[in-house]
């Protein structure tokens, strides 16, 4: 089993429109949650981190559940902009090592 | 303030030679880590260090493949005798150390054997 597990999609959103999805992790020990965006051939980007009481910034709202072991992420209002590949990772203490899931793949259509 | 520097982006090199990636981190960043993305696959960590110190290399493969940081420099993650499975994106991160968990990547360099 994966330690990090994500639908790879894709997701295809009308533009304007909501979308949902998220990620389950396997090592109870995990302290840190993030989002990154990484498109075509570029390097990852910091999304947002995910906090234990969900967060939100702008149109994008993360959720923790520790006791199910999943993460969400939500974009309200897709812009074409949003398409990307959405990487859920984890990491278990500061100065550790990053594992990423696979990553869910969004493509924001007019 | 400059991000995470990487070069070269591109990379060719022909079976049996050597690698050498450079990454330079945040200002202020003490922390770099390596990553690897193998075509159509995930970020994988490789090795994690501080200026003149290996932390955690438990990604790296056994042989072939070294990492340092020394006091004064970039990050050197070096690939000797290269191989067409060591065709990949190599990924630096660096963070500012223990107070914060999040990493910054550069753009990464692309390396190709032939």
């Known amino acids: 089993r994966k330690e990090v597990e994500q639908d790879p999609g894709p997701f295809n959103v009308p533009e304007g429109a909501t979308v949902a999805f998220n990620c389950t992790y396997s090592n109870s020990a995990s302290q840190s949650f993030f989002w990154y965006r990484q498109d075509c051939r570029k390097e990852p980007k910091l999304l947002m981190s995910v906090y234990s009481s969900g967060n939100e910034d702008g149109r994008f709202t993360a959720q923790l559940n520790r006791a199910s072991q999943y993460i969400s992420l939500l974009i309200r209002d897709s812009k074409l902009s949003d398409s990307a590949t959405y990487l859920c990772v984890v990491n278990k203490a500061a100065g550790n090592k990053l594992t990423f899931g696979g990553g869910t793949r969004v493509l924001v259509k007019p | 303030n400059a991000g995470v520097m990487q070069n070269p982006r591109h990379l060719v090199r022909r079976r049996g030679q050597e690698a050498r990636l450079r990454c330079s981190p945040m200002k202020g960043h003490s922390h770099v880590y390596w990553y690897r993305q193998l075509p159509e696959e995930g970020l994988k960590f490789m090795v994690y260090?501080?200026?003149?110190?290996?932390?955690?290399e438990s990604g790296m493969p056994k042989e072939r493949f070294s990492a340092e940081f020394p006091k004064e420099g970039p990050s050197i993650l070096r690939i000797q005798q290269v191989v067409r499975g060591d065709s990949a994106a190599y990924f630096c991160?660096?963070?500012?150390?223990?107070?914060?968990?999040?990493?910054?990547f550069g753009p990464g360099t692309r390396l190709t054997v032939t």
């Open positions: 260090l501080q200026k003149e110190n290996i932390i955690d």
């Open positions: 991160a660096s963070s500012p150390g223990l107070v914060s968990y999040e990493q910054y």
